[in-house]
């Protein structure tokens, strides 16, 4: 045991009630949570919002806000006075501009690697991914995400492989370390009729005692005494506001807040407790479209998460829960204006994302009905002109596959052609170098300090949980 925990355990407990008093009850004037600070975390859930500038925090609140009186879940966890909170440098060791997979590898394995990597080093090196530390010291762990699950955000806390872009040997080193839930997309990196190699991985995972699950309904009639798997579509799961317009989807789909529950069902029994990460992946894909309905939405499922996380962390006591994302990423905002309330209000109307109205159109689709289907999803007008200018790019629309706007489709031009409608701005419709927020509950929390590394956060979960790092 170091110093610190020594200290935590020993030395300040021992000081009793005397000397603490005056803290305590300064403390829970001011809202503080003092009782928590000396235990260990048994439990561990991080939460993250993939590619989440300021801005997009901030936009959520504010819709939250003047939509239903009630801002976000993540900034109420401010307004109370709940949370540690800091900023974090996410730097990757060949930019200061990280992908997802530098910046999970950063947590993960505790080393900036260079972008496109999980958890492997320059010259081969490997360094061990932070839930196979916890699955040795005796926790379950797994990972629930709205993109493929073997996606660059958990797979950076699970594996190491040279590329990101290895998803079909993902799935396959999941099945290996045998991580208890695993859900979210990913249908074509688990499927034989998708796989290069034709193999079931569905079939492997269940003759290990895997329950495979690829629906809502059953995810929730699942049992909570063995592992699942669940992979609800081909790549990433639907945005939610389609999602919530879609009665099919509904149906089929859950929402991040209730993969999150369910995971926490399956793993809060166990004696030596669990890990567990939360990712809201989608938040980052409307970014990198600039498609205001995507992110604010997503950004809105991913703040439900967070509710079922502390609710759970509340009660129980023992639970450090951990909320950030990986990296900025378009850097949205409203822009100043004599219609900017009424405008942003406006997206309150909005029924569809950018992705459905683009993937609906192609090079057969009238002016008419280009302008029927926007004024459907965003109740706005747009031109005849700039219907025109849109469906231009449908001409000689590529059929290739790839991971962010495969087929070119029009999406920063459909953005600022909201933008007068909706007073929303971005900068590019790429990831950012910000230094990003950072907020702790409960147990470990007091460890954060006001800037930290990318990095000490790897320290700052094992200290938490007064595991050694012996690996
Ligand atoms: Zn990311």
Known sequence: MNRRNFFKK??????????????????????????????????????????????????????????????????????KNKVSRALMDMASASSIVTDSAAASSSWGGGVRIKNGGLNVGESGEVYLPIWQKFKMSGKKAGCVTSVPITHATPAGFCVNSKSR??????????????????????????????????????????????????????????????????????????????????KELVQNIPTLAEMTQKAIDVMKDHSKGFVLQVEAGKVDWAAHGNDIAGLI??????????????????????????????????NPGVIYGSDANDNFDSIQNYKHTNEWILNGIGKETSISQIKERINYANNIALTNEE??????????????????????????????????????????????????????????S?????????????????EAAEIQNTF
């Open 387 to 444: 219907c025109q200018q849109l469906l231009d790019y449908y001409k000689d629309i590529p059929t290739a596959k790839g991971l962010y706007n495969p087929r070119h489709l029009p999406f920063n031009l459909l953005a600022q052609m909201q933008k007068p409608h909706n007073s929303v701005g971005w900068i590019s419709m790429q990831h950012s170098a910000d230094y990003v927020e950072l907020a702790m509950y409960g147990p470990g």
């Open 165 to 246: 872009n290895a998803q079909e040997e993902i799935a396959e080193k999941y099945l290996e370390l045998k991580f208890d839930v695993m859900m979210g997309g990913g249908d074509d990196y688990f499927s034989s009729d998708k796989r290069k190699d034709k193999k079931d991985m569905y079939q492997e995972f269940t003759s290990k005692g895997y329950q495979v699950v690829h629906t809502r309904h059953d995810m929730m009639s699942s049992e909570t005494d063995k592992p699942i798997l669940g992979v609800f579509d081909d790549g990433g799961l639907p945005y939610a506001l389609d999602r919530q317009n879609s």
């Open 446 to 462: 007091h460890l954060l300090k006001p800037f930290i590394k990318n990095t000490d956060l790897h320290y700052l979960m094992l």
């Open 297 to 330: 939405h997503d950004q809105i499922d991913h703040d439900e998460a967070i509710q079922v996380a502390m609710d759970f962390a509340e009660q129980d006591g023992e639970t450090l829960v951990i909320i950030t994302t990986d990296h900025g990423n378009a």
């Open 10 to 79: 020993g030395s300040l407990v021992a000081l009793g009630t005397t000397l603490l008093h005056p803290f305590s009850s300064l403390a829970s004037e001011v809202g503080y949570d003092m009782t928590d600070y000396n235990k260990k975390a048994k439990n561990i859930i991080v939460i993250v919002s993939d590619g989440m500038s300021i801005g997009t925090l901030n936009m959520a609140d504010l819709y939250l806000s003047r939509k239903t009186g009630t801002g976000s879940n993540w900034l109420d966890l401010y307004k």
